[in-house]
């Protein structure tokens, strides 16, 4: 059974950081591309991140690009989301998500499995 739990969100003020953890269980970590996605309130879901197989490779919406970092252990079967310079605009749940893949895709569609989500709040 594939988990992913999702930690580490909560309230900050504007400008501040958090950094958003995801572990993963049942499946083979490193073959997965993983991904950060959020979602507020009477919005659809965004893409925020993704990250390789290998972790080489990462992908960020133009939103929080230069903002936002993501990362991944594979030893301990975890992806990051390290976000800094936080904004109200960024206030959403955030999900995060794992795809069979060889790429990183952008479209929620593709990923095959996703966490509970955890809230972020940015106060302005």
């Known amino acids: 059974q594939v988990q992913l739990v999702e930690s580490g969100g909560g309230l900050v003020q504007a400008g501040g950081s958090l950094r958003l953890s995801c572990a993963a269980s049942g499946l083979t970590f490193s073959t997965y591309v993983m991904g950060w996605f959020r979602q507020a309130p009477g919005k659809e879901r965004e893409f925020v991140a993704g990250?390789?197989?290998?972790?080489?490779?990462?992908y960020y919406a133009d939103s929080v690009k230069g903002r936002f970092t993501i990362s991944r252990d594979n030893a301990k079967n975890t992806v990051y989301l390290q976000m800094n310079s936080l904004k109200p605009e960024d206030t959403a749940a955030y999900y995060c998500?794992?795809?069979?893949?060889?790429?990183?895709?952008?479209?929620?569609?593709?990923?095959?499995?996703w966490g509970q989500g955890t809230q972020v709040t940015v106060s302005s």
């Open positions: 990250i390789s197989r290998s972790g080489v490779g990462t």
């Open positions: 998500a794992a795809d069979w893949s060889l790429g990183v895709t952008r479209s929620a569609r593709e990923y095959d499995f």
